[in-house]
């Protein structure tokens, strides 16, 4: 049976960000001297929970504050990677299957602001920035206790109505992530973990840290979560905007029929600017003659003066014989 609810870890999950991450979080260790001086250093803080690490290396808690509050601002205001190429897909397969939640150390507004650009900010049932709750342990420990969190949306802005889930139990939760120590929080809590390998952490440190599965292609979390097909997609196409709750096997005939009156449109309008034109140059006085350029009327005059000369030769009288 698929989860009832499915954690997704942002940085390096859900989004590219081996590059991206490291390149503004840079200019936060350059602002404060923090001596996290390459990329290896700066994941290897993911070892861990983030928001530890980066205590350990300030002075106290007002200078941790200080450093958490740089980074976030200079996440909102220059970070934004690429989603992992199928990833929403791989979003909208599990979306009618369970609760989908982001539990990520980036800021909630960030995570709006990418959520929302690749069109699955309503897939998500609950959104955890690290300014919100910087230990996603204590979100494992909401879910487990609240089964509120386990409504699903179904990749709408409505929460299903009627759906009441049963309590969860540990082997009902899933985290997924790219990094040991979000796994380690997981095992901790007695949660399932599953590693992807396109993020910060390789295949064999996550399973080391105690991940069940990695996956190596994002359509391996489909998958290995809902085996056998069990997973019921949510029914929105993933590159439609057409916002129609077509269930699956049922395919959605928006799109046929927004094309049909589109193409009836572009076909109108054609032929309106056709019979426009038509009545203008039927109406249209004749065209004003195009004033001559200099070099024209230096052509023109040395015509008309070839012209007059074999006109006065022609004319000449005849000269008289001198007897």
């Given at each position: 049976m698929p989860p009832l609810a499915v954690l997704f870890d942002l940085d390096g999950t859900l989004v590219q960000t081996r590059e991206a991450s490291w390149k503004i979080f840079a200019r936060t260790n350059a602002a404060?001297?923090?001596?996290?001086?390459?990329?290896?250093?700066?994941?290897?803080?993911?070892?861990?929970?983030?928001?530890?690490?980066?205590?350990?290396?300030?002075?106290?808690?007002?200078?941790?504050?200080?450093?958490?509050?740089?980074?976030?601002?200079?996440?909102?205001?220059?970070?934004?990677?690429?989603?992992?190429?199928?990833?929403?897909?791989?979003?909208?397969?599990?979306?009618g299957a369970c609760s989908l939640a982001v539990v990520s150390s980036n800021s909630t507004s960030t995570i709006r602001r990418l959520l929302t650009r690749a069109k699955i900010a309503h897939c998500f049932s609950h959104v955890f920035g690290g300014d919100v709750e910087p230990d996603?342990?204590?979100?494992?420990?909401?879910?487990?206790?609240?089964?509120?969190?386990?409504?699903?949306?179904?990749c709408s802005p409505a929460y299903r109505e009627g759906h009441s889930p049963a309590v969860a139990s540990a082997s009902?939760?899933?985290?997924?992530t790219d990094t040991t120590g979000d796994v380690k929080h997981a095992v901790e809590c007695g949660v399932r973990a599953v590693g992807v390998s396109w993020g910060m952490h390789p295949e064999?440190?996550?399973?080391?840290?105690?991940?069940?599965?990695?996956?190596?292609?994002?359509?391996?979390?489909?998958?290995?979560?809902?085996?056998g097909g069990n997973g019921r997609s949510c029914g929105v196409p993933a590159r439609s905007n057409?916002?129609?709750r077509a269930e699956p096997p049922q395919s959605c005939s928006c799109e046929a029929a927004l094309m049909t009156e589109a193409g009836?449109?572009?076909?109108?309008r054609?032929?309106?600017?056709?019979?426009?034109?038509?009545?203008?140059?039927?109406?249209?006085?004749?065209?004003?003659?195009?004033?001559?350029?200099?070099?024209?009327?230096?052509?023109?005059d040395a015509q008309l003066s070839r012209a007059l000369a074999r006109l006065r030769a022609t004319r000449r009288p005849p000269r008289r014989r001198q007897t």
């Open positions: 404060f001297k923090l001596g996290i001086d390459s990329q290896q250093d700066f994941f290897r803080l993911l070892e861990d929970n983030l928001f530890s690490g980066l205590r350990r290396r300030c002075r106290d808690d007002e200078h941790a504050r200080q450093v958490a509050q740089h980074f976030f601002a200079q996440l909102d205001a220059d970070y934004a990677p690429d989603l992992v190429p199928g990833m929403v897909d791989v979003i909208h397969a599990l979306a996603k342990r204590a979100v494992v420990r909401r879910f487990l206790a609240d089964q509120s969190y386990l409504v699903s949306r179904d009902d939760l899933v985290l997924i064999a440190e996550l399973l080391a840290a105690g991940a069940e599965f990695v996956a190596v292609w994002p359509q391996e979390l489909i998958a290995y979560l809902t085996p057409c916002g129609c009836a449109l572009r076909r109108q054609t032929r309106s600017r056709a019979e426009g034109l038509a009545a203008t140059l039927s109406e249209a006085p004749p065209p004003a003659p195009t004033p001559a350029t200099p070099r024209a009327r230096q052509a023109i």
